[in-house]
């Protein structure tokens, strides 16, 4: 995706392909990070904002009392 290719340096056919296999790349991470943000959102205690631009998710992990206490206990 550097040096992608264009109508001055190639065929019209082998921009609109590429255009093309593009599109599909990236509607198919876009539906991935909309079922992966959906998931962790559906988790108890677990929430996170939507994923935009990047690959990346950053949930917020709510930890109850007891395991606070559980990992204090063991010096964590």
Aim: aromatic share 2%.
């Amino acid at each position: 995706m550097v040096n992608p290719p264009t109508k001055e340096k190639c065929e019209e056919e082998t921009v609109k392909k590429h255009d093309g296999e593009h599109q599909i790349t990236h509607q198919g991470l876009k539906r991935r990070l909309k079922v992966v943000n959906k998931i962790l959102n559906s988790m108890v205690n677990v929430t996170s904002v939507a994923i935009e631009g990047a690959l990346y998710a950053f949930p917020k992990v709510k930890l109850s009392q007891n395991a606070v206490r559980a990992a204090m206990k063991v010096g964590l």
